[in-house]
């Protein structure tokens, strides 16, 4: 069973930054598909990227220009660069992962994905 803790959520203006962190209890981000989704107050959730196994990594138009993923394979880290945040950004953002090397071109469904994090909160102020 594997363990996924989120970090690196705050407050921020509109056009600020954030870095999110994802950190698996065990050997995981290499060899395993990992998406990120987010949650807006009273919104249903919402995949916004996903990175298989590889490092091959799918983003969501609604956040398309504004979001990167990347990986450290040595730290087993992944990570969701958030810039130019804007107030509908606010919500709880989570990692989740797969027991599946790829996680499909361009599928950002919750379905499939067995672990998940705590999340953490992002809020983006006008």
């Known amino acids: 069973q594997v363990q996924l803790v989120e970090s690196g959520g705050g407050s921020v203006r509109s056009g600020g930054s954030l870095r999110l962190s994802c950190s698996p209890s065990s050997h995981f981000v290499d060899g395993h598909c990992m998406g990120w989704f987010r949650q807006a107050p009273g919104k249903d959730r919402e995949g916004i990227a996903t990175?298989?196994?590889?490092?091959?990594?799918y983003i969501a138009a609604s956040v398309e220009g504004r979001v990167t993923v990347s990986e450290d394979w040595n730290k087993n880290i992944l990570y969701l660069q958030l810039k130019n945040l804007k107030p509908e950004d606010t919500g709880i953002y989570y990692c989740a992962g797969k027991d599946e090397y790829t996680c499909g071109t361009k599928n950002f469904a919750s379905e499939g994905f067995s672990y998940w994090g705590q999340g953490t909160q992002v809020t983006v102020s006008s």
């Open positions: 990175h298989n196994g590889g490092g091959i990594t």
